[in-house]
């Protein structure tokens, strides 16, 4: 069995690896601890100038703490006697942890939800909810 699970830096993906830790899995299951680097960009309007950045150091900044991210995750699993690695993914971390789910074959995807309702859910999005609202052929037929 092969299990992917994303997570970020929030306790509620602390949460999830614990609720992951505590099954029962089999000998070969292997878990797949996946993080999503997304460099968000804003827009603004005319009247506001555009703050120069150094995207290239960003997304290294980023790619970085998600890579700590998702070993820390995978070394928790390790420790507790499971079969982990890691990844980490560029892109949506809805759409990336879809995508990898589909590359890696898994037969299971865990996500945490962070319990956002109504309009904050509305402006932050769910991880949790994407796969379930997105309509698409099922992607391991």
Do not use: N
Request: charged residues 20%; proline residues 4%; glycine residues 8%.
């Amino acid at each position: 069995m092969r299990v992917l699970i994303g997570v970020d830096e929030s306790p509620h993906a602390d949460t999830t690896l614990e609720f992951v830790r505590r099954l029962s899995w089999s000998a070969d299951t292997v878990l797949i601890v996946a993080s999503a680097v997304h460099l968000p960009f804003g827009a603004y309007a005319e009247t506001y100038a555009p703050v120069a950045m150094d995207v290239g150091l960003w997304l290294e900044q980023l790619t970085r703490l998600h890579g700590e991210v998702a070993t820390r995750g995978a070394r928790k699993l390790t420790e507790a006697g499971l079969q982990a690695q890691m990844r980490v993914l560029q892109g949506d971390p809805r759409e990336a942890l879809i995508a990898e789910a589909q590359r890696e074959r898994c037969d299971l995807m865990v996500v945490g939800s962070h319990g956002h309702s109504g309009l904050e859910k509305l402006l932050m999005g769910s991880v949790a909810a994407h796969w379930s609202t997105t309509p698409r052929a099922a992607p391991w037929s």
